[in-house]
């Protein structure tokens, strides 16, 4: 079974921190997504990467950026945290194309 | 042009009903559209797919049909448990090929016993 995990179900930092929310897979896939989800507005696409070091913006890039040194790992960055970046944050795998996503069991995240 | 359109945003039926999520997409280069389903706590997890050349998937209970010309696909559950309680996102792959997908805004079933 593929794995998605993230490092922290839950998370309270305060408004100006920079904050890392980590994933890992453990299926060798080649893209890895980072969505943010709030009620009445599905899961939004933050930054997504099809191979290491490779990241593209998503629909909702803004205050966020993502790091993919290795394969298995897919960082996403709040360089300043805000209180509008309270949320949850779900990360995905796929193996390429096509694939299904495998999705972690997210973060929820609460900027004070 | 790039969004996926879903409704209703929550849907409550008795056991045994057929609750109908309905999903309506404007870019007509589209062309893979999966349903995830999500649990309280749980990311979302695939539950069926479907692609244009096709009108209805059947994978047990739940049903995808889909209409290329109106732009709309719909997921019946038919015999509804208890247990299909949860969150059901629609979704719609770019076409660039990435495995990047567009995600509706979300229903959240609720089935009575």
């Known amino acids: 079974d593929v794995k998605v995990t993230q490092s922290s179900r839950y998370l309270v930092k305060r408004t100006g921190e920079k904050v890392f929310l980590e994933c890992v897979q453990d299926m060798d896939h080649e893209n890895m997504f980072w969505y943010r989800q709030d009620p009445g507005l599905g899961l939004r696409l933050i930054y997504f990467?099809?191979?290491?070091?490779?990241?593209e913006k998503g629909d909702i890039p803004e205050g966020y950026s993502v790091s993919r040194e290795k394969k298995e790992r897919f960082s996403l960055i709040l360089e300043s945290a805000s209180t509008n970046q309270t949320s949850m944050y779900l990360c995905a795998s796929s193996l390429e194309g096509r694939q299904p996503q495998h999705f972690g069991d997210g973060t929820r995240l609460s900027i004070l | 042009q790039q969004q996926v359109k879903q409704s209703p945003q929550s849907l409550i039926v008795q056991k045994g009903g057929i609750p109908i999520i309905n999903c309506a997409y404007e870019n007509t280069a589209f062309d893979y559209f999966p349903w995830y389903q999500q649990f309280p706590g749980k990311g979302p997890a695939l539950l069926i797919a479907i692609r244009p050349d096709v009108s209805e998937k059947k994978e047990g209970r739940f049903t995808i049909s889909f209409n290329k010309s109106a732009k709309q696909f719909s997921l019946h559950i038919m015999d509804s448990q208890p247990g299909d309680s949860a969150t059901y996102f629609c979704a719609a792959a770019h076409p660039s090929n990435t495995g990047k997908l567009i995600f509706g805004q979300g229903t959240t079933l609720q089935v009575k016993p």
């Open positions: 990467s099809y191979d290491v070091k490779m990241k």
